[in-house]
């Protein structure tokens, strides 16, 4: 009889258990994508000039390719 006891506590326990670590994970994933969509969102509003410049200050791209862009940009 009290084995029977036993196992429903488990259970119960075990249960709310899961459902707590299944809201922090459920957090953690909505949060996380939360900010990969503002930084997605920021980007966008940057012009193309703004991301050329970041590139060259990068090291991404030389002063000639950055000259290149930039001119093909402003005509």
Known sequence: MFQNFFWMD???????WMVIIGL????IVRGSNRSYTNHNMHREKEN??????????????????YETMKKDIQS
Do not use: C, M, S
């Open 24 to 27: 922090i994970v459920w957090l």
């Open 10 to 16: 488990f259970w119960n326990h075990g249960i709310f």
């Open 48 to 65: 193309p000039l703004d991301i050329i410049k970041l590139r060259y200050a990068k090291g991404e791209i030389t002063k000639e390719e």
